[in-house]
């Protein structure tokens, strides 16, 4: 069965820095793409970053780029988001996912090309 099992959510205050963590389990962790989707109230889930299966290419969205960076460990199964420089708008709650295909050289980006989601980690960034 697959798992996705995210940690590492909390308070901070803007400018703070946050890292989250993904333990993934139940499948092959090393042929799959990976990526950090978020979900604010009222909001669309959107994707926030990815990486491909190797870790060779990633994505980021406008709104994060230069402020986080996506990172796996194959040899650990897990992926992780580190957060800098956080803002208001980076409340939300944080969800890790798995693509659906196997060694694939790009990324996905919307919610429907990842088929295994975790319970998500709310991240609340005061002012």
């Known amino acids: 069965q697959v798992q996705l099992v995210e940690s590492g959510g909390g308070l901070v205050q803007a400018g703070g820095s946050l890292r989250l963590s993904c333990a993934a389990s139940?499948?092959?962790?090393?042929?799959?793409?990976m990526g950090w989707f978020r979900q604010a109230p009222g909001k669309e889930r959107e994707s926030v970053a990815a990486i491909s299966w190797s870790g060779s290419s990633t994505y980021y969205a406008d709104s994060v780029k230069g402020r986080f960076t996506i990172s796996r460990d194959n040899a650990k199964n897990t992926v992780s988001l580190q957060m800098n420089s956080l803002k208001p708008e980076d409340t939300a709650v944080y969800y890790c996912?798995?693509?659906?295909?196997?060694?694939?050289?790009?990324?996905?980006?919307?919610?429907?090309?990842?088929?295994?989601w975790g319970q998500g980690t709310q991240v609340t960034v005061s002012s």
């Open positions: 139940g499948f092959t962790f090393s042929t799959y793409a």
């Open positions: 996912a798995k693509d659906r295909g196997r060694y694939r050289r790009e990324v996905r980006t919307t919610p429907d090309e990842y088929n295994y």
